[in-house]
Each structure stands twice: as C-alpha cells, then as structure tokens.
C-alpha cells in the first residue's frame, strides 16, 4: 500500500516540480503543468496516461488498482487506488506522467 506521503515523495524527487492544491487536494507539477493530484477521497491518484488506449489496458490488466468515472470519459487520466498498487509501481505512473507533461529539455536532461 502507498501513502500520500510517499506519492508526494516520490512527484516531487522528479526534477523541476512543485506542490500546490487543485480542487482542494494536493496536486503536482513540473514547470506550471499538473501531472498527478490525489482526489477528494484522499486514496486515490489521478494520473494523465499516454492515451485513452493505455487508459484501457491498465484498467483490463488491474481493475483492483485502476479505474475510472465517467467525469473522465474521454480523457487520457487513470484514478489508481493508491491501497492496491506498489511504490515501485507508482514511481513508474508518477515518472511516465511527469514526462508526458514535462518540458523537452527537461526530459532530455533528466534522461541525461
């Protein structure tokens, strides 16, 4: 099980990002663009993937740890039960989200 404190941890080890709320929950980004935020329930991340397709597959692989709500229909965002996935994986989500919406040059330079 993972804790908020350890996605917190974990977004903000990422180069470049900040904390700061969104909706009332904390949310993280890198350079002003969001790329995770834990939703109202305090469980559960809200991570952008890397299109709906992915979306879908991860939600075939683990419907335990993935989901999502019709307010999401439509977009590439997965909602992950934070009680159901590892910290490894979750170092995995945080960092692919991070570069999909990270700076180039900050991908290149982390990726160095």
Not at 15 to 44: I, L, N, Q, S
Request: hydrophobic residues 45%; without cysteine.
């Amino acid at each position: 099980m993972v804790t908020e404190d350890e996605v917190r941890a974990t977004a903000l080890a990422l180069p470049e990002t900040a904390e700061k709320p969104m909706y009332g929950t904390p949310a993280f980004y890198v350079r002003g663009r969001w790329f995770a935020r834990m939703r109202e329930e305090g469980d559960v991340l809200v991570v952008p993937v890397g299109g709906e397709e992915h979306k879908h597959e991860l939600i075939a692989a683990d419907p335990g740890a993935f989901f999502t709500t019709p307010h999401y229909d439509g977009h590439a965002v997965v909602l992950v039960r934070l009680a159901a996935v590892e910290a490894d994986e979750l170092a995995e989500l945080l960092t692919d989200a991070w570069r999909l919406r990270a700076p180039k040059r900050v991908v290149a330079a982390f990726d160095g």
